[in-house]
């Protein structure tokens, strides 16, 4: 059907579900306006921003009420700033991850209540808060949802909710983040008969939102197809050209250059950051440093959110380590446990360990009166199942198929594991759970060609559902291989296939050296690397492993 496009790329759409014409356009070829959604085709959409008007028109206070991690702070920085600019008396609150815990609480409610608030809108937060939202109305104040976590079997009596998975909600998209989310509501107020604004500032302030939907949207590891990739594809364009003060210093402590911006360097050097204020202390610095608007102010909170940072993998490391060293059984699921260790770190480390044992892992911590854990998970096992079934024994929980978290009473902490480990025996039995290597296609070294390369770059960002593609190549020559960096962990390789010459990087695999003219087989990304002036592809290996004939 579409003979103008190389084959390797529409392999890769076909996998994305991206099969029909107008699908490959807006997946190739995206237009901000053609593919951005009617934010009223939101159910409560209408009902919501009138709201949100006629509090403002009355002069009274809305508290944005979000979350602490990059998500939940991009989108409460969303809000705050259009709000702001349409008049409103705004006030923040961003709980604190240990004593507040995640979403709302009773003593939150009465907090806002006793300040003079009369409209709490959640962001990345608040669908699971039944009994929370009973009683901010049983104190005269009004709550709007906006939302994108799992819902449960009842909802909030909220005065409107914004979440594209609730039952009946005729949002078509389903996968935005909660920035994503909470920027639909921004764009429902801009396109509200109450703004005035002009066109031309509605549009400039909606589009200069996008870099914080994009953080959101990489960061909370959403599906990246849809209208998600749409505004995470212009977002980091808005990124790169950056009018945000606090963006602008963030970058510059990280020695980050604006112009090189990527899909990577937000997951993996952005969001960190972001993150590291609710890990480590509190949410706050980085929802300041996000609003600032003064440079000198920015690069004060930068550069001591870039402290709290390398606090934060130094005590990562250390509880890794700490983790490492406990006895663990052939159990399908694993548990670590340290009443010491920071219970906002308790995620991080559970990802580190599932990638070292390839297997579901939970992390807890004490905070004194409760356990408080982490859990993340490996493909194909939805670890909310088994936390569903121990509901009535927690305090609190919730998340995605791959991570969750939960609060539990001492005493329940051993029932609670029976539960889990229960469900995993029944669920896997003694298989052995193993990481898999998907790749796009197995190709010859004569493909890797620029124009395979200008395809492929038309289809980032990359992210969840939309990987950045995988090759395969087999019995390639080793022409040289050395050990490079600072400890020499990383592989520095030249391969050959047939006539063609390729060079290639393979991070942290030094222990996978493989013998100068051996044949080797290779997985691997393709990527480009540029040098004063020069440009040359080069290969990124993600696995390699000797040929066998």
């Not at 390839?358 to 088994?386: H, L, T, W």
């Amino acid at each position: 059907e579409f003979p103008e496009i190389n084959n390797y790329l529409l392999n890769l759409l076909y996998r994305r579900n991206v099969r029909t014409s107008e699908e490959i356009e807006q997946f190739l070829q995206p237009e901000y306006n053609r593919d951005s959604i009617d934010p009223y085709q939101f159910r409560q959409m209408k009902q919501a921003c009138d709201l949100i008007y006629q509090t403002i028109e009355q002069k009274q206070v809305i508290t944005i009420h979000g979350d602490y991690d990059a998500d939940g702070v991009c989108a409460s920085t969303i809000l705050i700033l259009t709000l702001e600019r349409l008049g409103a008396t705004v006030n923040c609150f961003l709980p604190h991850r240990e004593k507040d815990g995640y979403g709302l609480n009773a003593k939150t409610v009465d907090y806002l209540q006793q300040q003079g608030t009369k409209l709490i809108i959640t962001c990345d937060c608040g669908i699971s808060n039944i009994k929370e939202i009973e009683q901010a109305n049983s104190l005269g104040l009004h709550v709007i949802v906006t939302d994108h976590h799992q819902v449960p079997p009842e909802l909030p009596a909220a005065a409107a909710i914004i979440h594209p998975k609730v039952p009946g909600e005729t949002y078509p998209f389903k996968e935005l983040a909660g920035g994503g989310v909470a920027f639909k509501l921004a764009q429902g107020l801009l396109r509200h008969p109450l703004c005035q604004l002009t066109e031309q500032d509605k549009e400039i302030h909606e589009k200069w939102l996008l870099d914080l939907v994009a953080i959101s949207s990489i960061a909370d590891m959403v599906s990246l197809l849809g209208e998600t990739r749409l505004y995470a594809k212009f977002g980091l364009h808005v990124m790169r050209k950056n009018r945000r003060e606090g963006l602008k210093a963030l970058l510059e402590v990280a020695s980050i250059s604006p112009e090189s911006i990527t899909e990577q360097t937000v997951g993996y050097q952005i969001a960190p950051r972001i993150n590291a204020a609710g890990r480590v202390d509190h949410a706050n610095a980085a929802l300041y440093l996000l609003r600032e608007t003064d440079s000198d102010k920015a690069k004060e909170l930068a550069l001591a959110l870039q402290e709290t940072n390398v606090l934060r993998q130094k005590q990562t490391d250390t509880m890794t380590s700490e983790a490492l060293r406990q006895p663990v059984g052939d159990e399908p699921v694993l548990f670590f446990y340290n009443e010491a260790w920071p219970l906002g770190l308790t995620g991080l480390v559970a990802g580190k360990l599932v990638r070292e044992y390839g297997k579901p892992c939970f992390v807890f911590g004490f905070d004194g009166e409760k356990i408080v854990g982490s859990a993340r998970s490996v493909d194909g096992i939805n670890i909310m199942e088994p936390v569903r079934l121990a509901e009535k024994h927690l305090l609190s929980f919730g998340g995605h198929p791959q991570a969750c978290g939960v609060r539990l009473a001492s005493d329940q902490f051993d029932t609670f594991k029976q539960i889990i480990l229960d469900w995993a025996r029944q669920k896997l039995g003694t298989r052995e759970v193993t990481q898999r290597l998907e790749v796009e296609a197995v190709i010859p070294f004569t493909e890797v060609n620029w124009t395979l390369v200008d395809s492929l770059q038309k289809c980032s960002p990359f992210g969840m559902d939309n990987p950045e593609p995988i090759f395969a190549s087999y019995a390639v020559d080793v022409i040289s291989a050395v050990l490079v960096g600072k400890e020499s962990k990383h592989l520095k390789l030249t391969l050959r296939q047939g006539t063609k010459t390729i060079p290639a990087i393979a991070f942290g695999q030094a222990a996978s050296l493989p013998t100068v003219g051996s044949e080797v087989d290779v997985a691997y990304t393709i990527s480009v690397n540029q040098w004063n002036g020069n440009r040359e592809i080069q290969l990124q290996i993600i696995s390699i492993k000797t040929h066998e004939r």
